[in-house]
């Protein structure tokens, strides 16, 4: 959607506000139309509800970008659907998982290649992420150990940081754009 000449999406206000700025529904509505979002006290699964319903409005209005980028919402989904969701606010990011984002989406981040979310590409990464975990494990205890990536068989490489909280820790692969761009493990001691 980078096309569009905006220069950030605030994620809050929704993908649908890029198309149309008057909002499609109404969130004081919210709670009619979904009942079942009264039991969730988080404000942020709301808003992501609340904005997927509308990006849903515009396909069924046959909005032609609507239409084209109709799964823009699944990651989110895919993410409450594995029992994830853990998401919270902290100094005007998002956070989740591994890492915390500007709730602006810049719009120089629309150059990024599609994730895969199948089952099986996620299951690929969680096995990823707690391989690397054990091998950081095993690093801190005997620094002369070594593993090796599940995805392409070259070493993996730990890279030690500093800062005022203390030492943390990047985990990548020796192989150019294989597991370090989808993964850094920052741990704390």
């Known amino acids: 959607m980078q096309f569009m000449n ?15 700025k008057e909002p499609i529904l109404d969130y004081d509505n919210l709670l009619t139309i979904c009942p079942n979002l009264k039991d969730i006290n988080l404000t ?3 808003a992501i509800c609340f904005n997927y319903l509308e990006w849903c409005c515009l396909i ?3 909005n032609p970008l609507a239409i084209k980028y109709h799964d823009i919402y699944e990651p989110i989904i895919k993410l409450f659907e594995r029992g994830g969701g853990q998401i919270s606010i902290h100094h005007s990011d998002l956070v989740g998982g591994f890492g915390a984002f500007p709730r602006s989406i810049s719009a120089s981040r629309g150059d990024m290649k599609e994730f895969d979310i199948s089952d099986s590409a996620l299951e690929l ?9 054990v091998y ?4 801190l205890q005997d620094r002369d150990v070594t593993s090796t990536c599940i ?12 800062s005022v909280a203390g030492a943390w820790y990047k985990i990548k692969c020796e192989t150019e754009k294989c597991f370090d ?5 920052y741990y704390f001691k």
């Open 6 to 20: 905006k220069d950030s999406a605030f994620i809050f206000l929704g993908m649908s506000r890029l198309i149309n």
């Open 44 to 46: 942020i699964i709301k």
């Open 60 to 62: 069924d209005n046959g």
């Open 125 to 133: 990464e969680i096995k990823g992420i707690e391989h690397a975990e």
């Open 136 to 139: 950081l494990k095993e690093y």
């Open 151 to 162: 995805r392409c068989g070259k070493k993996l490489l730990i890279q030690e940081n500093q």
């Open 181 to 185: 761009d989808n993964f850094s493990s």
